[in-house]
Structure formats: structure tokens, C-alpha cells
């Protein structure tokens, strides 16, 4: 059974068609991918699925739920947690402040009840804390717990987006493009990261450029191209599909993924 479910999704901007009748199901394990060109849609996909743009056409389900149009906070909460192409963090908090945000998106009182001193909001603040600094250890950030997310690397940056994602405990994980900006060796812990958080039951959905990675790492590719789906597969599937590899792979590129 699907987790996430797109029924003919259409995109219009005024005369642009940026994405054009994409039905798409998402399961709830694993981890799924979403690759293509510039320009193809991705990014405007992931928007109507969480909330940040309504689709012109088309309906949304997930987890059961139809959310077409719900605004992001409201399903963010069901379970559907994203993260951004360009970092976004409070840069003026410490890495453990920024945690302890994403995991008051499920506490009682939220982030308001942190600074109310009755015995129940101290408790449940206590929680948050525990949670954060089990977060922060599961994705190697515990030395830099105490340091301003400003001064962080950028690959530690884009590190702590996701744990702070995880801290809203998703359901499904939506990643616009992780491994941007980082090194070999950043992209292989990134790999390890997204394989540990797959096998403790959160399903992923990510947009990424690095066909390495994706190859690798991915149980099933979509391939958006101009707006629309052109193929769905298994990787090896993905890597000889003779229309992937003329709209965005290439022969030699396709050789050596």
C-alpha cells in the first residue's frame, strides 16, 4: 500500500505548464527518488506535496488522508516533513536549540509551553531535550551541540536540516537535493545516514543530481522530463530505459552509473 499518492497532477503558471498530469505512488519503506533535468519540475512536485503550492489539477493522498491544498503546517504534523534546496536553519540557535524545535512539533504545548515553568511543561521539555541529544548522536553532531548553526560547515548544515527534520518524526522524509554542496566524503556519510534512517521504518523521498548516489542508495526512480513522468523503475530498470538516457542521463553517463 502507498503512503504517498498523486492522481494527475498538473502546474500551470500562467501559460508555463511546469508539471503535467503526474500520477505517482510513493510506498511507506524504502527509499524513493525523483531525478531529471533542470527545469523538469522537481522541485514544484515536492511544493504541491507539502503543502507550499496548490496543484492547478490533480489530487494529493497521504497516509491514507486526501491533503491537496492543506497548508504545510497542518501536514507537517500527519507525518510529511521536507527539507529544502537552499539550507534553512535558525542560524542564531545552537545546533541542540534547532533539534529541540523540530521536536516541539509534537509536544503538547509546542515551543511556547518550553517557556511556561509548570511541572508538566518541565517534563515534557526534559523529553524534548533527551530526543534531541539522541538525534544529535545518531547523526555524528554531538560535539558541535553547543555551537551556533551559523558557524557550522556547510555539509554539517545540511546535516543538521535533516536531524532536525527527523526530530518531527515523519512518516515520510521529502529531501530536495541533500548531497548538494558536499564532497565525496560527505556524500558517502550522507549515504550511510539516509540508509540508517530507511531501515528505522521512515520512508524517503528525494530529489538529487548526483546519479551515483541515487543509483546506490534508491529502491525505485521516477523521472520527471519538461513536466512529465517519463519512466518509473528499479535503478538497473532506470539506467537502460533508452528515454532517460536520451532526455537526462546521456550514453556515456548512463555507463558509468
Excluded at 217 to 233: Q, S, T
Aim: include cysteine; proline fraction near 5%; charged fraction near 20%.
Amino acid at each position: 500500500m502507498s503512503l504517498l499518492r498523486l492522481d494527475s497532477i498538473t502546474r500551470r503558471f500562467g501559460g508555463l505548464v511546469a508539471l503535467e498530469n503526474v500520477s505517482l505512488e510513493i510506498p511507506g519503506q524504502g527509499l524513493s527518488a525523483v531525478i531529471g533535468p533542470n527545469g523538469a519540475g522537481k522541485t514544484t512536485l515536492f511544493n504541491m506535496i507539502s503543502g507550499f503550492m496548490p496543484p492547478s489539477d490533480g489530487r494529493v493522498h497521504f497516509d491514507g488522508a486526501e491533503i491537496t491544498g492543506q497548508p504545510p503546517e497542518t501536514i507537517a504534523r500527519r507525518g510529511l516533513i521536507r527539507t529544502f534546496q537552499l539550507v534553512q536553519l535558525f542560524e542564531d540557535l545552537t545546533v541542540l536549540e534547532n533539534v529541540k524545535v523540530g521536536c516541539h512539533l509534537h509536544t503538547r504545548g509546542g515551543l511556547w509551553a518550553a517557556l511556561v515553568p509548570s511541572r508538566a511543561a518541565r517534563a515534557e521539555e526534559a523529553a524534548v531535550e533527551a530526543e534531541a541529544w539522541r538525534l544529535l548522536a545518531e547523526t555524528g553532531l554531538t560535539a558541535h551541540a553547543h555551537s551556533f548553526a551559523a558557524v557550522l560547515p556547510y555539509g554539517q548544515k545540511r546535516l543538521l536540516e535533516i536531524t532536525r527534520a527527523l526530530a518531527a518524526r515523519p512518516k515520510l522524509l521529502l529531501l530536495d537535493e541533500p548531497a548538494a554542496g558536499l564532497n565525496r566524503s560527505e556524500t558517502d556519510a550522507l549515504a550511510a545516514l539516509l540508509r540508517r534512517i530507511v531501515k528505522t521504518g521512515t520512508a524517503i523521498l528525494l530529489i538529487e543530481h548526483d546519479m551515483n548516489l541515487v543509483m546506490n542508495i534508491a529502491d525505485e526512480i521516477a523521472v520527471l522530463d519538461f513536466g512529465r513522468l517519463i519512466a518509473k523503475g528499479k535503478p538497473d530498470e532506470i539506467r537502460r530505459n533508452p528515454d532517460v538516457i536520451a532526455a537526462y542521463l546521456g550514453t556515456e553517463e548512463a555507463a558509468h552509473v
